[in-house]
């Protein structure tokens, strides 16, 4: 069960876009469309940001975009605000003799 | 509104067990599945566990295969995990999170967490 690799930390000004990427293997993110993406703030519970790589749930941003390639998937921000600064998580289902949830080591954003 | 509130973390030695709580309100609890993810101090989100809407299907990650138990009383609109066996490693901030769709639309909803430190 190895987490995902996602960059350690990133960087933007505001108004600024920025990508985070997230890898994983054939038996996870590129044999499913089942990638999620979780906002962080410190001392806070994660937020849903995006699911099945793509999908944002009601209320959450339009400057917040996913896509996936092969075994990678991306969180996109555009517009930087202050307030995304926080920490990101993507997650993946993935399956071996029985399912489960993985997830990616967290991205530190930094907005400067 | 949706609400999960976590309860039941605290100190324990390590080898002893701790039984946690969520509890479920604002939704039809017995239609989700339900998770638990946990945050070490200063860690990234590891997920732990998760049970179907109905506890027929239970899922675990390797490291608490055989010592932790997920149970669900839909009666009490209540989500448990039993922790026994417990190893200093084990230390996090345990999260209850209500499943979008069964395993592959992500967490939609989350409590605030409950801490659990395995120390002697």
């Known amino acids: 069960q190895s987490a995902l690799t996602q960059p350690a930390s990133v960087s933007g000004s505001p108004g600024q876009s920025i990508t985070i990427s997230c890898t994983g293997t054939?038996?996870?993110?590129?044999?499913?469309?089942?990638v999620s993406w979780y906002q962080q703030h410190p001392g806070k519970a994660p937020k849903l940001m995006i699911f099945?790589?793509?999908n944002r749930p009601s209320g959450v941003s339009h400057r917040f975009s996913g896509s996936k390639s092969a075994n990678t998937a991306s969180l996109t921000i555009s517009g930087l605000q202050a307030e995304d600064e926080a920490d990101y998580y993507c997650?993946?289902?993935?399956?071996?003799?029985?399912?489960?949830?993985?997830f990616g080591g967290g991205t530190k954003l930094t907005v400067l | 509104q949706v609400q999960l509130v976590e309860s039941g973390g605290g100190v324990v030695q390590p080898g002893r067990s701790l039984r946690l709580s969520c509890a479920a309100s604002g939704f039809t609890f017995s239609t989700y599945g339900m998770h638990w993810v946990r945050q070490a101090p200063g860690k990234g989100l590891e997920w732990v566990a998760v049970?179907?809407?109905?506890?027929?299907?239970?899922y675990y990650t390797d490291s608490v295969k055989g010592r932790f138990t997920i149970s669900r009383d839909n009666s009490k609109n209540t989500l448990y995990l039993q922790t026994n066996s417990l190893r200093t490693e084990d230390t996090a901030v345990y999260y209850c999170?209500?499943?979008?769709?069964?395993?592959?639309?992500?967490?939609?909803?989350w409590g605030q967490g409950t801490l659990v430190i395995v120390s002697s």
């Open positions: 049970i179907s809407y109905d506890g027929s299907d239970k």
């Open positions: 054939s038996s996870d993110i590129e044999d499913y469309n089942y």
């Open positions: 997650s993946s289902y993935t399956i071996n003799t029985t399912p489960y949830v993985v």
């Open positions: 099945e790589v793509s």
């Open positions: 999170a209500r499943d979008q769709q069964w395993l592959v639309s992500g967490n939609d909803h």
